[in-house]
């Protein structure tokens, strides 16, 4: 019998995976199933260059249509899988049909957390994690009125970036003492926080929400000092969760994400996972981490897929991320965790700067202002476990690549 292969998630992971099976010389019947009415498309746009309109929709697929075709995929949109049945070997779909497959991969995502505070159900706040929500924010996106995002992570910064682009007033509310508190290094926040209120964007740290004015929609937003902040629209930026709802349903085993072995294979032989619904283990940062961002989910979808088609792989990949606002680049390469220390390189003021994270003297991440080569050369250094001079990375004057 030919082989079925199904991937849950039309996702950047789901895509790859389509790719790589094919590269790695699956040639049984290969289905493709995702939640959305849309072919896999780019998500780190959405808050950025399409959210602005400077990047149409038709350029968001990650591949053209005809891809798809060429591959020779079944591609199931609009398709929701609400159980597995591992010892059926079926996935279950929500309008009652059933699928068998030979092995599954999980490319499940991620889910947004979303407000429990008195109001959070008015119209008019919106979360930034599909195309149709962006659409959704088309209407109030016009010049003079007045966002309220709530959380300074990367996503809300890069929406209230775009929101001042389009001529928004544009309030940030974070609940600790400085935006990008879990990822970066003080010195980063700092450098955000003045270029966002350089473009006008008000910064609020420190500030906790307790309630979302208004009747039907979302008039303004209430903080645990009294204040009350006025919207016309609210973005939620808070973070999200991994979607493992109907894996660990069925059984598998998830901690922070669907569990996986270096292989990217869950705790079932026939059933692999890959992108930010994971959990794998690190051997450079020890533990088990979670990652989101698109190259982790490209990379263990060329994992799994070469481990599916018996060709022995281990994921064992230095983690890289970016995040664009107003003319500033950051690049990051590494986790930070664990570190000890932290060296600056170039002065923050010039808006082209990187921050270092060391282990004694080993090089852990990198987070690179407006500087791709420090970045790049970060990134080949953390997977050399490159032991440094602190002094010397620190000196401007010693150009990186005589260390």
């Known amino acids: ?55 149409p929709a038709e350029r968001l697929g990650i591949r053209q249509p005809q891809f798809y075709d060429q591959h020779r995929v079944d591609v199931r949109l609009n398709t929701r899988v609400i159980a597995i049945d591992r010892a059926a070997r079926t996935v279950q779909l929500h309008d009652g049909s059933a699928l068998a497959y030979d092995k599954l991969m999980l490319c499940l995502g991620g889910q947004v957390r979303k407000l429990t505070l008195p109001g959070s159900n008015l119209q008019g706040i919106h979360y930034l994690r599909s195309v149709d929500d962006v659409e959704g924010m088309r209407a109030t996106l016009q010049a003079g009125k007045r966002m309220v995002v709530i959380g300074a992570g990367y996503v809300g910064l890069e929406v209230a970036a775009s929101a001042r682009g389009l001529g928004l007033e544009v309030t940030v509310l974070e609940m600790s003492d400085r935006c990008l508190n879990r990822v970066t290094a003080p010195v980063i926040s700092e450098f955000y926080t003045r270029r966002h209120s350089e473009s006008g964007v008000r910064l609020l740290c420190n500030t906790q929400v307790t309630a979302i004015e208004g009747l039907t929609r979302a008039t303004g937003v209430r903080c645990a000092d009294g204040t009350v902040i006025s919207a016309d629209m609210i973005v939620v930026g808070v973070g999200i969760f991994p979607a493992t709802d109907i894996a660990a349903a069925a059984g598998l085993a998830c901690d922070n994400g669907v ?21 794998h283990p690190s051997v450079r940062y020890g533990g088990c981490i979670r990652l989101e961002s698109v190259d982790n989910a490209v990379e263990q979808a060329r994992v799994a897929a070469a481990n599916m088609c018996g060709k022995p792989t281990e994921h064992n990949h230095t983690p ?71 002094s010397q990375l620190a000196d401007v004057s010693v150009e990186l690549k005589s260390l």
Not at 264 to 271: E, F, G, K, L, N
Request: aromatic letters at 10%; hydrophobic letters at 40%.
């Open 320 to 390: 890289w991320f970016w995040s664009d606002q107003y003319e500033v680049k950051l690049q990051t390469a590494g986790l930070m965790r664990n570190h000890t220390r932290q060296v600056l390189r170039g002065e923050p003021q010039s808006g082209h700067f990187s921050v270092w994270y060391l282990n004694d003297d080993e090089v852990l991440a990198v987070d690179a202002i407006n500087r791709p080569g420090d970045f790049m050369i970060g990134k080949r250094w953390i997977g050399e476990h490159k032991r440094l001079n602190a």
């Open 259 to 279: 569990v996986v072995e270096s292989s990217c294979r869950t705790s079932d032989a026939h059933i692999y996972a890959a992108g930010d619904c994971t959990s």
């Open 1 to 55: 019998m030919i082989p079925t292969y199904i991937i849950v998630g039309a996702s950047h992971a789901g895509a790859a995976a389509v790719d790589h099976l094919r590269r790695a010389g699956f040639d049984g019947q290969l289905i493709l199933i995702g939640d959305e009415p849309h072919l896999p498309y780019q998500r780190p746009p959405l808050s950025k260059k399409f959210l602005t309109g400077e990047l």
